[in-house]
């Protein structure tokens, strides 16, 4: 574990630099994407902040592969990443929520030993109102033999095999979390400066949470366990004490509140969506290193999600994500729910 003294103003930088000492087999390849990640996500915050003023508000008239409506800002937000990440050296491939297929590294560029995955802008339907989005990545280490291009193999692995993964959420202020299986650690950008700060060092989610973040429209489409899960967070079998309702809608905003201050964020499979609806590599398994890195907990309703073998690129999975009690409560509640 790394100390700072109570007068030390550590960058994420020089965070990184030290949490790669501590490993000196390290090559600094991982460091290197997040470095170029925490740039990205400056330029992004500068784009959303900026949202009001520009053109870029609003909807793109397109689709994404998932067959939702892109905001000019999730098109916006893909290219910074893929622009930021293509030329370093240290991916060989990375996947888009907004994309189809693979991201090819441009030919002129070497390629590397890893892949990331990425949502570039998850909630962006919200930015029209003026709600907090973010951005979710996820690096895992290639398996694929050869120093080329990645292949879709080198993406299909379970949470379980992430190396790193992070959020950055624009609110109030912006904020980058991440975490490489060391602790999950929490930067505020400081506009003054340019500067990701280290300000919530080895986060630690309560273990029982107080709030409970879930869509309650899809409760006609839900089946009857899941109901009764409902109730229990609620507080109305009277087996606990109920717990707050807040739900925003943007899955990083929901996450980011119920990490820090105890809950659990619930999108369960409905008989509308019998998959799920969230994306397992892109959204569900960086939340769930995460989460768990910080004493939390993640399922599918099943089982522990980071064990969960991907078959598809754009996988969906029900999520139940937060503190570890509530968590076990979904999974002994939904064990026979099939």
């Not at 991916?91 to 441009?106: F, H, N, R, V, W």
């Not at 996988?315 to 994500?321: A, G, T, V, Y």
Request: proline share 5%; charged share 20%.
């Amino acid at each position: 574990m790394i100390f700072h003294s109570d007068t030390s103003i550590v960058t994420i930088d020089r965070f990184i630099i030290e949490q790669e000492a501590l490993f000196p087999e390290a090559t600094g390849e991982l460091s290197g994407i997040l470095y170029d990640l925490a740039v990205a996500a400056k330029m992004i915050s500068s784009k959303v902040r900026r949202a009001g003023l520009i053109d870029i508000l609003g909807a793109a008239g397109s689709d994404n592969v998932q067959g939702e409506h892109q905001q000019k800002l999730d098109v916006i937000a893909n290219a910074i990443i893929t622009k930021a990440m293509d030329h370093g050296g240290r991916l060989c491939a990375m996947a888009s929520e907004e994309e189809e297929g693979i991201i090819e590294i441009p030919p002129q560029f070497k390629c590397g030993k890893y892949v990331l995955l990425f949502d570039p802008l998850d909630g962006s339907s919200n930015i029209d109102v003026n709600v907090p989005v973010g951005t979710i990545f996820s690096v895992l280490r290639r398996v694929t033999p050869g120093e080329g291009q990645g292949r879709v193999e080198d993406m299909l692995q379970p949470g379980m095999k992430q190396v790193a993964a992070g959020y950055v959420i624009y609110g109030s202020s912006t904020m980058m979390v991440y975490t490489t299986g060391h602790g999950a650690h929490g930067f505020t950008l400081d506009p003054s400066i340019g500067e990701f700060l280290l300000s919530h060092p080895h986060i630690q989610t309560p273990t029982v949470g107080k709030y409970l973040s879930v869509n309650d429209s899809y409760e006609r489409h839900w089946s009857e366990p899941v109901r009764a899960l409902m109730r229990r967070y609620r507080g109305l079998d009277d087996r606990r004490e109920a717990m707050n309702v807040r739900y925003v809608g943007s899955l990083v905003a929901d996450f980011h509140r119920n990490l820090l201050g105890g809950g659990i964020f619930v999108y369960p499979a409905n008989s509308k969506s019998p998959e799920g609806k969230l994306r397992l590599l892109y959204e569900c398994n960086p939340l769930a290193f995460i989460c768990e890195q910080a004493g939390g907990a993640a399922t599918n309703g099943k089982g522990r999600l980071m064990d969960v073998v991907p078959s598809a690129l754009h996988q969906r999975s029900p999520l139940f994500i937060g503190s570890k009690c509530d968590v076990d409560t979904a999974t002994l509640m939904l064990k026979d729910d099939r």
